[in-house]
């Protein structure tokens, strides 16, 4: 991870900036909750129009606020992203021009080839995309978190036990998904050298009339190929069903027992409405946390790769 991490310092000052970006961004957005509940509480139960109106604009200035923010997370993770995929192509074709004869005859030119082009691009595509998650998942997830026990500590004990359900799901995913990602770029190698050795020997191969036998060569490796990326990511799109499945079961047991607890006066309707936009946003960071994981096990499959 050290060496990983070398290729991002000509870059350190867009990732710092893209870092910040990104938690002032969760933060104006875990404020606009508080607001709305306030809206509920205090300007509707008053009628209290000059309040309401104030508060709206508040959450308007919010959301423009994390709009602004948003865009410049994105920008600076994509400087990053490309940035840190253009260090490495070009640390490893400069390792390339230093390699033996031993070294040139142990690795085919299409497996090289893959490594400089598709490892590279999963590489650099899990830190543009997956930049901005990663950093604000686990601070609005927290923030969220305790904000929620903050509102209501007994309605927000349905946090332990959905939480544990989620971290087990995702254990068990990513666990199959690791090895067919390697496996999957292997098969990569496979149809690039095929289609490599016929383009370099193409009149040998039309003089020959050899075209049905390369042809059939060719869809041997690419079905592989298919079969192996539709192994993998049939496991891997289970990720997103599971969490939503988990997601509106919390709702579903909140909506449940705070619809009592607001019966029995136990709990205000706007603190519900407050609390109900906080689960939403920690399971939500789950989720993208999740997705983050995912793209991070098939990256580092990638720079085991290219290392």
Known sequence: MKEFLSYLKPYRRDTI??????????????????????????????????????????????????????????????????????????????????????????????????????????????????????????????????????????LALVFLVAAPILCILLFLIISHVRPLYSVMQGAIDLVNRIIQENLTAIRVVKSYVRGDYETKKFQEVNTNLQTTAEKAFRLAVLNMPSMQFVMYGTILAILWFGGNMAAAGNIKVGELTGFLSYVLQVLNSLMMFSNVFLMTTRALASWKRIR
């Open 17 to 154: 900036l893209a870092i910040l970006c990104i938690e002032a961004e969760t933060v104006f957005e875990l404020v606009i909750p508080l607001v709305m509940a306030s809206i509920v509480d205090v300007g509707v139960a008053n009628g209290d129009r000059h309040y309401i109106l104030m508060r709206g604009f508040q959450m308007i200035i919010l959301a423009l606020l994390s709009l602004i923010l948003g865009q410049g997370a994105a920008a600076f993770a994509a400087r990053c992203g490309q940035g840190l995929g253009a260090e490495i192509r070009k640390a490893e074709f400069a390792k390339l021009q230093e390699f033996s004869f031993a070294n040139t005859d142990r690795f085919s030119e299409s497996s090289l080839v893959t490594r400089l082009t598709s490892d590279v691009t999963t590489i650099q595509n899990s830190i543009s995309s997956g930049m901005r998650p990663g950093f604000r998942s686990p601070v609005m997830m927290l923030t969220a978190m305790v904000a929620s026990f903050w509102i209501n500590p007994t």
